[in-house]
């Protein structure tokens, strides 16, 4: 807060002079900061509050911190399956009830599960703030789900992965990349899991889940919206407090080891037109090296003035569609680029083509101007995902269970505008090295039998 | 990958066996609501420009960011039959080049500035769409109003945009969902603008000239035939000078007239797609229906909704929850200006296609035959008017109901007694409704899928004719939708 007319046109002036320079990231437009506060209940739920009066509508998330990561072999997609099941009924609540109630009042419910996390969710309007804490408590406190509705929900499932993967081309592109790039942290296999052991899960496996992972202190409630924090805890701890605490969540994942020698595969999927992929190991989310190396992707991939659409797409018209993504997750993850290639041009020719626009990050610093372009699409996509009390539920929850530290939700937006040009370059140089490199080839081939559809299996 | 759950709507018991409860829990009903706080739909305000552009502005300051949106009232029905794709191709153009900006120079200074730039054509409209945040709205407006006004429609840059069209036509020819689409359309629209195919083949792409485009531009892109909204991190009066700086010079002109054929009659006819070795088929089923502004559009938008929509949907119940055949099923009621058509879309594994039909075309049958439960009603009326507030969250959302209701000419007083109406249509209406604008025994039906593993139930299903399509012979320009010519493939 500047009261001082000289000391304004002094900062004004400095303004001019650093929009000059090399990064003027003093320009940049800064998001408001989140005023939260964060409680643990005795029984390790924890909870987070951020109001926001502006409209009439709450939006209540519960994170358990268990995802596709935490399977075990032949259980690939149980956690997701299991998130169906929170829908099949509770001791107060019928099967598919939760839902329908949300609905009825004008709400909307949904859930999801990804490699680290499954998130269950509602926005209501204002007044429903008692129901759908107490819908949420009831089936973390009481979930019951008969054989009949688990044999017909995998059923859902499986048509699930259908639709999603083995009847769209290009749909099981993420299942052979992460299968051929890792070897034994089960980030190799997809969230949706292999057919064969949807098959397989029974309804015994339901109890044991739900025992080790849906426990209070495998939880965070975030709530974001028009409602009193008072009254609100006083309600959280009234229904959820009475949860026990669970044992401690077993985290015994099996690490990755460092590859030792370039890989190259070449396979065959139903698919109208080949596709390449080049891709290198990279580090976890919340890293230093992270914010960086999300810089380093959107100067290659975000948007048309990126390096891989300008010269894939663009100029050399080697690909149709061209992209890549710094997968920064909970574990460390992957580098990864794709460009699907037309009719008539050379796989060979449009891999060497990927291959360089990604290793040119390690030979010579980006520009100043492409740090700066960066810089303003990340402070951009910072801002408009933020505007709903969904998208705050999200980066609070995120900055909690992925990141274990709430200060990050915010925190980020100074890390992202500190990154420097030598930064990008050294994170190229760390992990863009020949020997961690993968690459593959994917060529047009006959259609799969359902017999071996998936892919994930470990 | 995040995987969603649909909404599920219609309850069933609970079975004996199962997993027991595992933990101490009391029994006990939900909790009351507190209590409700009055809601009304926000400000916003409007303002004509001399040169005829309908400027809508909405003021919030929550985060330091502007969107805006301009919408040209043209798109693909105002293509001729003769050369269908010259709207997209216009507006794919759009941020390709203009007078004084290369694509390039388009694409750095709007990311530079940290925005996004979005361009697009639908049925009847032809939008831009951008954000930014709030420093750089001068720029981006500058930059929209360019793309709007004076694109270059360079000949290397429509080379480039037809070549990738015509690589992109062999992937959307092997989409199943994109097939059952765009077949559904065109058996419910015939050959009317709705339903007519964009340009399918390399052939109908490469007859479009650079002379038809620029005839598009300049016959549509006019400010008197385009509605603006600027929303976000500025006040009113802040919205229409930027609006007036960046659109003010732009010149009126009059806008064609153009009449549509009649869609044809609605007439049974299923036909199949084969795509062999597919474990999954595509399901639609549906038929013509009537425009947004229709009289009736509120009770027939219900009927729609208890059929297959959010706050109801018997689709989703019978298909999914009872039964376990699909991951998603719903019905949507898509009104345009000059008309509308009721879609009902799922998938399901080969194995049940017949099953998974049958069901979906009874549903048509009992909502007309059979009077719905009021408590399902009450669930669709409750929906449509406690979403209100959800509705109305973020200045884009907001922007979006007033521009619906500008562009079809609607009172804006509806944004606001909308939710008094809805709960005035009764049992009796959705029974009326249904019986005057649904038609079960004339629906089209589209199935792709491996046709060896269901057409053997099809008869037995009661669907005893049906066309069965090759999907490499599908050509969906032909009245026979066969291509001409034995196997030939573009």
């Known amino acids: 807060m500047l009261r001082n007319p000289t000391s304004r046109a002094l900062a004004v002036a400095g303004a001019v002079l650093l929009s000059l320079g090399a990064t003027p990231q003093d320009t940049i437009v800064r998001p408001p900061k989140f005023d939260y506060t964060m409680t643990t209940l005795p029984n390790g739920l924890q909870v987070v509050f951020l109001e926001d009066h502006s409209t009439p509508i709450i ?363 030598e930064d990008v370059q050294r994170v190229a140089r760390t992990y863009f090295t020949p020997e961690s490199r993968f690459l593959i080839t994917i060529n047009p081939g006959p259609a799969r039998t359902p017999a071996q559809g998936g892919g994930g299996d470990r | 990958m995040s995987l969603r759950i649909v909404v599920a709507l219609l309850v069933v018991g609970a079975g004996a066996s199962g997993m027991a409860q595992v933990r101490q829990w009391p029994t006990e009903t939900p909790p009351r609501p507190l209590q409700a706080p009055r809601v009304n739909f926000p400000d916003y305000k409007l303002k004509t420009l001399p040169n005829g552009l309908q400027v809508l502005a909405v003021s919030q300051n929550e985060q330091p960011a502007v969107s805006f949106r301009l919408l040209i009232r043209a798109g693909a029905a105002q293509d001729t039959s003769a050369k269908p794709g010259v709207a997209s191709f216009v507006a794919a153009l759009l941020d390709q080049g203009t007078a004084t900006r290369s694509a390039e120079v388009i694409a750095n200074t709007i990311e530079s500035a940290g925005g996004i730039l979005a361009v697009g054509a639908a049925n009847e409209v032809t939008f831009i769409n951008g954000a930014i945040v709030k420093d750089q709205v001068a720029l981006a407006l500058d930059v929209a109003s360019e793309v709007a006004r004076r694109p270059a429609f360079a000949a290397a840059e429509i080379r480039r945009q037809m070549d990738q069209a015509i690589q992109g036509l062999q992937v959307s020819a092997e989409d199943p969902e994109y097939i059952a689409n765009a077949l559904i359309d065109r058996l419910v629209f015939g050959f009317h603008p709705y339903g007519r195919p964009g340009p399918n083949s390399v052939d109908a792409i490469q007859r479009i000239t650079r002379d038809d485009l620029v005839a598009f531009h300049r016959n549509w892109f006019v400010p008197n035939n385009a509605l603006l909204a600027i929303v976000g991190d500025l006040t009113h009066e802040e919205a229409f000078a930027a609006a007036e700086k960046a659109f003010g010079s732009w010149a009126k002109a009059d806008v064609p007239v153009m009449t549509f054929d009649e869609p044809p009659p609605p007439t049974r006819r299923l036909v199949v797609v084969d795509r062999p070795g597919a474990v999954q088929t595509e399901v639609r089923v549906g038929q013509i229906a009537v425009s947004r502004t229709h009289k009736e559009y509120v009770p027939i938008d219900m009927a729609l909704r208890i059929l297959g929509g959010e706050g109801a949907n018997r689709l989703f119940g019978v298909l999914r929850s009872d039964r376990g055949l699909t991951y998603g099923a719903s019905a949507n009621f898509r009104a345009y200006k000059f008309g509308g058509s009721f879609i009902a879309e799922t998938d399901t594994r080969s194995e049940t296609t017949g099953e998974v039909l049958r069901l979906t075309v009874d549903e048509f049958f009992r909502i007309q035959k059979e009077p719905v439960d009021s408590r399902e009603l009450r669930g669709a009326q409750d929906y449509m008017s406690g979403n209100f507030p959800l509705a109305i969250e973020t200045p884009s959302a907001i922007a979006m109901q007033v521009l619906n209701q500008l562009f079809f000419g609607l009172s804006l007083d509806e944004l606001e007694t909308y939710r008094e109406e809805v709960t005035t249509v009764s049992v009796a209406d959705i029974q009326r409704v249904a019986r005057q604008f649904l038609f079960p025994d004339r629906l089209s039906i589209v199935l792709v899928g491996d046709a060896s593993t269901f057409v053997g139930q099809l008869k037995a299903m009661g669907f005893d004719q049906f066309e069965r399509i090759p999907i490499a012979q599908l050509d969906l320009s032909a009245p026979n939708l066969r291509k001409a010519g034995g196997d030939r493939r573009d």
């Open chain 1, 59 to 421: 939006h209540l998330s519960l994170w358990y911190h268990v995802g596709s990561k935490d399977e075990k072999a032949g259980r690939t997609g149980f956690a997701h399956l299991f998130e169906h099941l929170m829908f099949k009924g509770s001791k107060n609540v019928r099967a598919d009830q939760h839902p329908s109630w949300i609905t009825s009042i004008g709400g909307q419910a949904n859930a999801s599960t990804d490699e680290d996390a499954t998130i269950f969710w509602q926005t209501v309007p204002a007044q429903y703030l008692p129901l759908v804490l107490w819908l949420e408590a009831d089936r973390l406190g009481s979930l019951e789900v008969s054989e009949d509705k688990f044999l017909s929900e995998r059923e859902v499932v499986k048509e699930e992965r259908r639709m999603r993967v083995d009847n769209v081309p290009y749909g099981g592109l993420s299942e052979v990349i992460f299968d051929k790039a890792f070897t034994t942290h089960p980030y190799k296999h997809q969230t949706i899991g292999s057919m064969k052991d949807l098959e397989s899960a029974t309804i015994a496996d339901v109890r044991g889940f739900y025992e080790t992972y849906y426990v209070p202190n495998n939880a965070t409630l975030t709530l974001v919206g028009d409602f009193d924090s008072k009254q609100a805890l006083t309600l959280v701890q009234q229904y959820f407090g009475r949860i026990p605490q669970g044992k401690p969540v077993p985290r015994d994942i099996p690490k990755e080891p460092k590859p030792t020698a370039e890989r190259r595969f070449t396979v065959e999927q139903p698919w109208p037109l080949p596709a390449v992929v080049v891709g290198y190991p990279i580090i976890n989310d919340g890293h230093p090296d992270a914010y960086p190396l999300h810089i380093l992707a959107k100067v290659l991939s975000d948007g048309q003035s990126s390096r891989i659409y300008r010269s894939m797409v663009y100029e050399k018209q080697l690909a149709l569609a061209a992209f890549g993504d710094a997968k920064l997750i909970e574990h460390p993850n992957l580098f990864y680029a794709v460009a699907v290639i037309p009719q008539g041009r050379s796989t060979e020719t449009a891999l060497k083509e990927l291959t360089a626009q990604v290793d040119a990050m390690k030979t010579a610093p980006i520009t100043a101007e492409e740090l700066n372009r960066a810089k303003r699409q990340f402070a951009r996509d910072y801002i408009l995902g933020r505007e709903t009390i969904q998208q705050k539920a999200l980066h609070l929850a995120h900055a909690v269970v992925i990141h274990n530290d709430i200060t990050t939700a915010d925190g980020e937006f100074d890390l992202f505008q500190k990154v420097t040009v």
